[in-house]
């Protein structure tokens, strides 16, 4: 996306607690040294980072695939490629509420 750390971390903080149908429900908390993706309503889900579990295995797809789907979709890489533009599309997105 871009340099810009700040959007590159929250981007990454969504992503991390999209459950598994890639819907970005939830933000990343950590409760006794272990990670967890707390909903809006104060539920809480246990973050595995696999194949099958309801937070982490679409965060875990997105990791595996980025460079092959980047490299298909060089025209909206281009499009968010600077910090402004970047920060436009992440605010323009339907994320759950702030932490």
């Known amino acids: ?15 991390l607690c999209a459950n598994s149908a890639g819907i970005s429900d939830a933000w ?14 104060g539920t809480i889900h246990e973050l595995l980072v ?10 875990r797809r997105i990791k595996v695939s980025h460079s092959s789907w980047t490299l298909q979709n060089l025209d909206f890489v281009r499009s968010v490629s600077t910090a402004k533009r970047a920060k436009e599309y992440v605010s323009s997105q339907a994320w759950p509420r702030d932490r």
């Open 50 to 59: 696999n194949d099958t579990s309801e937070y982490g295995s679409f965060s």
């Open 1 to 15: 996306m871009t340099g810009d750390a700040a959007t590159i971390e929250e981007v990454s903080d969504r992503l």
């Open 28 to 41: 990343p908390v950590e409760i006794e040294a272990r990670a967890w993706c707390r909903k809006a309503d």
